[in-house]
């Protein structure tokens, strides 16, 4: 008896490998709920079974690359076009992501034919009413956060963060990477502080009074908002208020959540399924309802959360694309660095 | 008797190759070019690394050697309230890692956190967030790390003064000395091995840890290796700062094993000493004895259990979600396989080395069980490079198909990486136990006419018993607060509590981690209970 269960229990060691099945195989970075929710939706619907590697998006690329045409790996999701951009520069992608359903439903900017935008989420500017005017904040733009008169007054989070290192990288696509270098220097010298923290720590720090302005995304004041924070969350986040900054110009810098379809990917036709499902009205609303990112698609309108406290009428920027977070991103960091951003 | 010696030569030979094999594959890079399109970034990065390392190093070593050794000297030698209680209670920080410690530190100290939540309804509505103390980044690194490692320090420096003798107490009597000073006179010098190897454990374990210091954003030695595998996607350059790491870390490990040898001598000359009787402690000395204890056990223990427990009900729906039954099950499984594959070898190359005293196999041994010292995030890329290379310039020129999906993202791969990094616990729990087994039984046994294998299976094994129960035990404890080496290698849709904590932390859902963080907290607390006896070698009592 001992002996066999040894036996099966070293015999179950490599079966696990051998399984073959109606599946798609996902190494996930986003870890919402809400979106394993939207998996277990589709496995219903489709019947192809949905298989997660969660991990943090910098081992989960690895991980494809080390493999490299062996992978697994059909959908790389995660919540950062510099990301899909950088895996894509790296060749580790294909194309296939061209169905007239997908093509319908994504604004050419937010996608490329290996990868494409599933959720939308703008990086703007918090602010403490009480501390900050509306003069000073009048005309605001990313490139204002340079401005010696925020001297002792801003926080954001580490250089190494990708969400600062895609929007440094759209300023390099805009102004050019000698002006971004001046510029991160300024924004050096602003900070309140030395980085820390996360995005909700930036916007508590302003709802503290560490700060006056943050530099975070747009659905951490509505989750704050929304209470799952706990009470004082939700307290503090009434305190603070959104800005959306270079109205006056290219818009609001916009990034998004994204799909990328592995090369070598084992079940394609699955993987792009998976991407039209998460693309549809209904699976756009469930993002929009508990993630609180702005919706992908037209016709789904976000969260009454988002539309009530930060607004909907602002201009996103259209211009800049996507796959330039990708390709400038080592610059990003690189200029960061130099400026003495920790 | 050749042919008997090849099993135990073979099996020591293949253990040694795979403990080897990441080491190799890390040293082996060295000398590769690493790219050079980083290059500045790469000085600027590598300072700040050594910078890190060695301030985080320098002060968890000076907190863990002031805590293990003032808390063990208190309960070794006196008698005030609760000392019998504390003894062993002190053990349980070890259930908490020092990412969950760094989960609660920022939990409950952050702008807006529980601190806030108590002054709150203490006190009213008002801006508490700026006069409460932040501790976060290095300061956050170092108490985290501190308060999970001490035990370290306390269990070997206490098993050392449990066996001081009494003359050398009263020497420093006779001498006038006062209490403190004898303590830092008399009996630290003496307990001097122990404390070290003590010590040398926390440095080892300091400079591997990942989970704290990557929540904390702080770059060391450590997560740097990780950073720069991945953000500038350079396994040499990865490769070259883990070479430095390893060197550092195996003259610790030296350190540490020179140190035990010494330790051990010590405890083996228990004969002739007179039995010690405990102080009692009174008035304002007895309170202070209990105050100091109880505020590490608090600090260690109560406060990062309480925070969780918080979270975990004042989120309760992160409780509904959590998957407790797979979790749980996903553990044992890997602690059984892993257990079972650990004892087996280190069984065969014990009575290996116990029946030839082969010098080779000795050194063999020793080389295995230094897989120990190496940070789990450099075991785990090691061995994912190794395995691609081996593939792709092996395997596949051999006209094979790839091996890669047995090794990478499976089980069999995962076990394999945990039997590397723990192979020490299990030789060296099996070798203590062999050594309480006198020679002379097996020499009996074969007058008897008792062959090898019946003297090892119906001799050598009942009485390892015990030691094989607590080293399974072990093996759970470090399984389920391992981090680095599951994250990376682990296969779809697995994960432990120490995955399922990390990853939500790491997406800034704290109050999701709370709940895998409490069941993780009260198993290894069950586990700590169960040998706490076993650990502190208490027969006496």
């Known amino acids: 008896m001992k002996k066999i269960t040894i036996f099966a229990l070293i015999t179950s060691l490599f079966l696990s ?63 950062d076009a510099g990301r899909c951009g950088a895996m894509d520069a790296k060749g580790h992608l294909q194309g296939g992501l061209t169905s007239a359903a997908i093509k319908a439903a994504v604004p050419k900017s937010f996608r490329t034919s290996k990868w494409t935008g599933i959720a939308k989420r703008a990086r703007i500017i918090y602010y403490s009413p009480e501390r900050v005017t509306g003069a000073e904040l009048s005309g605001m733009s990313y490139e204002g956060l340079a401005d010696p008169k925020w001297k002792g007054r801003l926080v954001i989070r580490k250089s190494s963060n990708i969400y600062n290192k895609s929007l440094v990288a759209s300023l390099i696509e ?25 995005d909700r720590a930036q916007i508590m720090a302003v709802a503290a009074g560490e700060a006056d ?90 969260s009454p959360l988002v539309v009530n406290n930060l607004g909907l009428d602002f201009q996103q920027d259209m211009k800049t694309k996507l796959a330039s977070y990708g390709k400038n991103q080592a610059a990003a960091l690189e200029v960061m660095t130099a400026a003495g951003w920790k | 008797m050749f042919k008997n010696l090849n099993i135990w030569f073979l099996s020591s030979l293949l253990v040694s190759i795979f403990v080897l094999i990441p080491i190799l594959t890390v040293f082996s890079s060295f000398f590769e070019d690493t790219s050079n399109y980083y290059q500045i970034l790469k000085n600027t990065f590598l300072l700040e690394y050594i910078t890190n390392s060695l301030i985080l190093l320098f002060c968890v070593l000076i907190f863990t050697f002031l805590i293990g050794t003032g808390t063990a000297y208190l309960v070794s030698f006196f008698e005030f309230p609760l000392s019998n209680f504390f003894k062993w209670a002190l053990i349980l920080s070890f259930a908490v890692p020092p990412y969950i410690y760094a989960y609660s530190l920022t939990a409950f100290f952050e702008n807006y956190g529980t601190a806030f939540t108590i002054l709150k309804n203490l006190f009213g509505d008002a801006n508490y967030n700026r006069n409460i103390p932040k501790f976060d980044g290095m300061l956050g690194a170092i108490m985290s790390i501190t308060f999970s490692l001490y035990a370290y320090v306390y269990i070997l420096s206490r098993a ?37 190897a003590g010590l040398s454990l926390v440095a080892m374990e300091t400079l591997a840890e990942f989970g704290a210091v990557d929540f904390f954003s702080i770059n060391t030695l450590t997560t740097g290796i990780y950073n720069s595998w991945i953000t500038f996607d350079d396994l040499a350059f990865a490769n070259r700062i883990s070479s430095f790491l390893l060197l550092f870390i195996f003259s610790l490990f030296i350190i540490e094993n020179l140190s035990r040898k010494k330790a051990k001598y010590h405890f083996n000359a228990r004969g002739g000493f007179k039995q010690k009787e405990k102080i009692k402690l009174n008035g304002r000395q007895s309170f202070l004895a209990f105050t100091l204890c109880f505020l590490i056990f608090f600090f260690s223990f109560i406060f990062p259990l309480s925070q969780m427990l918080y979270w975990t009900l004042k989120f309760p729906e992160n409780l509904f979600d959590l998957q407790i039954i797979d979790l749980l099950l996903n553990t044992i499984y890997l602690t059984l396989l892993s257990s079972l594959f650990l004892i087996v070898f280190s069984l065969i190359s014990n009575y290996g080395n116990r029946v030839t005293k082969n010098k080779t196999l000795n050194i063999l041994s020793t080389l295995s069980i230094s897989g120990y010292a190496i940070p789990g995030v450099i075991l785990a890329i090691a061995f994912i490079t190794f395995i691609a290379w081996f593939d792709n310039s092996i395997i596949k020129s051999l006209g094979f198909t790839s091996i890669k999906k047995v090794f990478i993202g499976s089980i069999l791969g995962l076990v394999i990486v945990y039997f590397i990094r723990f192979y020490s616990l299990a030789f060296n729990g099996i070798k203590s136990g062999y050594e309480k087994i006198n020679i002379s039984v097996d020499e009996s046994a074969y007058l008897l006419g008792y062959s090898k294998r019946k003297t090892f299976m119906n001799i050598h094994v009942p009485f390892l018993r015990n030691s094989l129960l607590f080293i399974i035990i072990l093996i759970s404890l470090e399984i389920i607060r391992e981090l680095p080496i599951t994250l990376i290698l682990r296969p779809f849709n697995f994960e432990t509590f120490a995955t399922t904590a990390y990853i939500s932390a790491s997406e800034d859902l704290l109050e999701a981690a709370a709940a895998p963080s409490l069941f993780l907290i009260l198993i290894a607390s069950l586990f700590i209970i169960i040998t706490s006896k076993y650990i502190l070698r208490e027969n006496n009592e």
């Open chain 2, 160 to 196: 050392s003064f449990l066996y001081q003798s009494q003359n050398l107490i009263d020497l420093g009597k006779n001498l006038g000395f006062s209490k403190f000073k004898s303590f830092y006179k008399v009996i630290l010098p003496a307990a001097r091995p122990a404390i070290i």
């Open chain 1, 17 to 79: 490998t051998l399984a073959v099945a109606n599946e798609v195989n996902v190494f996930n970075a986003r870890h919402y709920k809400a979106d394993a929710e939207l998996y277990s939706k589709f496995t219903s619907m489709t019947g192809i079974k949905v298989n997660l590697i969660n991990g943090k998006s910098g081992a989960l690329e690895k991980r494809i690359i080390e493999e490299g045409a062996d992978s697994s790996a059909d959908l790389y999701i995660t919540a």
């Open chain 1, 174 to 198: 805009n102004n050019g990477k000698k002006a971004t270098a001046e510029w991160a220097k300024g924004v050096v010298a602003n900070m309140a502080r030395d980085s820390k923290g996360n």
């Open chain 1, 213 to 302: 302005i943050a530099v975070a995304n747009t659905y951490y004041l509505a989750l704050m908002l929304s209470g799952k924070k706990g009470a004082e969350q939700q307290a503090a986040a009434k305190k603070v208020k959104a800005f959306f900054p270079n109205q006056n110009g290219r818009g609001t810098h916009m990034n998004v959540s994204c799909a990328a379809l592995v090369k070598g990917a084992p079940n394609k036709d699955n993987a792009v399924k998976l991407v039209e499902f998460l693309l549809t009205p209904q699976s756009q609303e469930h993002f929009t309802n508990n993630t609180f990112e702005f919706p992908m698609i037209d016709g789904v309108s976000p």
